[in-house]
């Protein structure tokens, strides 16, 4: 269970960091675990991460992963915690609110599992979801950061897209969700790219000018033809096959 | 390298074989390897299939493959093989047809591979591939199906939906493939079955009434909100954790 140091406030100012963190943000996901120490103005006082995602956990493990995350931390702290630690198979079960939902009151929905020892006391925020049959959907750490985008931008009313595995589509009113849907964006492309036919074509340099280009192509193939997309896909294996880049 | 027996003439009639089969007919395919024996009216005399598709054998393993999958046939015979075991990693590449093609000349692009010993003579017929930019596509085997068709039904124009793991869409007129396309869908359903957060909601009885009922529902959705495949494919997760079927 390696952590990655990403940065602390002894290494950046040589200031003493119990006495500047004020409390400990925390997200929890299924595949990574990232917390940040933040002081009185609300500053990033350290960050760490690992990938002790809940994925990799037991119930009875959650106690001591968080212990050995924050070694450096030894006052009695606060600990907010957001993502998949408070799903059913997580730490403890966080039950969802549901949306429309106002997002300040996330917080009177937070759990307090068990933590041994007085020094950090955990609370684990709910998830949002949406019951109504056809648009079934469930979020676990993004009500979290539209709560912030809503600080960030007051009064911001629109869409928000937050790209990942599954990303989310948030329609955002100030600080109330008012509907949401996740596509399998991210984790569809990862299927595709490391277990499909198309991994025979996904081995060239990512990263070069011509990523640029294929993007574009493909968000203009999406915006004209999203119906085509199944078969939009299998053109970059037969494309490939036909100009000879892959074996045939 | 195992055989599956799927009938025989000795078995359904007790006729002599080697004088019944005028030839041998062959779909070699990515993953599997099916074989037919017809007599002179056209009857199939005997059926073989194994498991000794083109992504399990080298090159030089195709002859002994097919001499011990027609062990019972003795006397010298033609055999037409149509599918994968015409590509550049197959036996023997059969260089793609252009569409639009007139499948009545598949048999003019056959190659003839190698084969030790004079009982087989095998042909291998090529694919048919679409070079189009921003329509390529390819397809073997399908194409010798194709040809089955406007033969079964004579004068037949129109879309022929060969479902698979890349489904084929093609506008056929007469023996003319006139354009094709191939969708995904097969190889992506079985990537969200095994691989996917969706496999968690994949665990019940699949050949049930409610196999029919759901079908319908995502063939309806489908066609309704096209643009909306992979939001519409996380709802299976997000109902299921909803409703309590599954662990959220």
Chains 1, 2 share one sequence.
Request: net charge negative; aromatic share 6%; glycine share 12%.
């Amino acid at each position: 269970m390696g952590t990655e140091q990403l940065g602390s406030a002894r290494e950046r100012g040589g200031r003493d960091l119990a006495s500047a963190v004020e409390w400990v943000a925390v997200d929890w996901g299924t595949s990574n675990l990232r917390a940040w120490g933040l002081d009185s103005s609300g500053e990033i006082a350290f960050s760490r991460s690992s990938p002790d995602g809940m994925s990799r956990l037991t119930r009875e493990q959650y106690p001591s992963v968080l212990t050995g995350l924050l070694t450096e931390v030894h006052e009695p702290l606060d600990v907010l915690i957001c993502g998949m630690a408070g799903a059913r198979q997580g730490w403890l079960e966080a039950p969802y609110l549901d949306a429309p939902a106002d997002l300040r009151t996330l917080s009177r929905g937070a759990v307090t599992p068990d933590m041994p020892g007085a020094q950090f006391v955990p609370s684990i925020l709910p998830g949002v979801c949406q019951r109504e049959i056809g648009a079934e959907d469930v979020m676990r750490g993004e009500e979290t950061q539209l709560l912030g985008l809503s600080a960030l931008i007051p009064g911001f009313s629109g869409l928000a897209i937050m790209p990942g595995t599954h990303s989310k589509w948030a329609i955002l009113e100030g600080t109330t969700l008012k509907r949401f849907s996740s596509a399998m964006t991210g984790e569809i492309f990862e299927l595709l790219r490391t277990h499909s036919v198309l991994r025979h074509s996904m081995g060239g340099e990512l990263d070069g000018e011509e990523r640029d280009i294929g993007f574009d192509a493909g968000l203009a193939l999406g915006l004209e033809r999203p119906e085509r997309l199944t078969a939009t896909l299998f053109k970059v294996r037969a494309g490939a096959l036909l100009s000879g880049r892959s074996p045939a």
